[in-house]
């Protein structure tokens, strides 16, 4: 089985500040790891995925996350946060290839951008 | 392209009522999820189908809930009867068959259901 546990439950930055929201996963096979971000009312839209191609994974919005094998992480980065990043954000792992693809989602980081 | 439809947007029932969400996924898409994501929590799977077939419903607690997807395509999930603690956000999303497509879900607005 797989899980993911997201290190921080509230983040809070500046505007203009670097983003970064940890997240480890555990999984006895080669993962595939997910960012979804959810903004209040709206439903959960997908950031970027790692799915073994390159480790350096960029997404939408300027966020990029880097899969690390060795220390079992999958961390989403921004350079620099703007006003309309504030929202709860999902680290996300899938079962393995063949299997009925389940999502495992981590209990969410939530991000406070501060003007 | 257009999204996943969910509807509707809030429910506010009585406990013991009945309830019923309807999910339209993405033309094409073979495989339609839903989830319950209770306050604070990340969403968590209640069944999975592909095509018109059950591929997944280990969590679905099957004494109050029931869904289908007759034709394949759209979907309702039902709850009867309520219980407070069914109270969340009840998300639909859909994926692909084969290729990139497979590997992403996409994501409904979602229903929220508060249960008094």
């Known amino acids: 089985a797989q899980s993911v546990t997201q290190l921080d439950s509230h983040v809070s930055v500046s505007e203009g500040t670097p983003v970064l929201l940890r997240c480890n996963y555990s999984?006895?096979?080669?993962?595939?790891l997910f960012w979804y971000v959810q903004h209040p009312n709206k439903g959960l839209q997908l950031l970027l995925k790692?799915?073994?191609?390159?480790?350096l994974v960029k997404g939408i919005n300027g966020f990029e996350a880097e899969f690390k094998k060795s220390e079992t992480s999958f961390h989403l980065t921004k350079p620099s946060a703007h006003m309309s990043d504030a929202a709860e954000y999902f680290c996300?792992?899938?079962?393995?290839?063949?299997?009925?693809?389940?999502?495992?989602f981590g209990s969410g980081t939530q991000l406070t951008v501060l003007p | 392209e257009a999204g996943v439809a969910q509807s509707p947007r809030y429910k506010i029932i009585e406990k013991r009522q009945s309830v019923a969400f309807w999910c339209n996924p993405i033309?094409?898409?073979?495989?339609l999820y839903w989830y319950q994501q209770i306050l604070g929590q990340g969403p968590k799977l209640l069944i999975q189908?592909?095509?018109?077939?059950?591929?997944?419903d280990s969590q679905l607690p099957k004494d109050r809930f029931s869904a289908e997807r007759l034709k394949g395509v759209d979907s309702t999930l039902k709850i009867q009867p309520a219980k407070l603690e069914d109270s969340a956000v009840y998300l639909c999303?859909?994926?692909?068959?084969?290729?990139?497509?497979?590997?992403?879900?996409?994501f409904g607005p979602g229903t929220r259901l508060l249960v008094l």
């Open positions: 999303a859909s994926s692909g068959l084969a290729g990139p497509s497979q590997e992403t879900q996409y």
């Open positions: 999984s006895s096979y080669s993962p595939s």
């Open positions: 790692y799915t073994s191609a390159a480790t």
């Open positions: 996300v792992v899938t079962g393995p290839s063949g299997s009925a693809r389940q999502l495992t």
């Open positions: 033309s094409g898409h073979a495989t």
């Open positions: 189908f592909q095509n018109n077939g059950v591929v997944d």
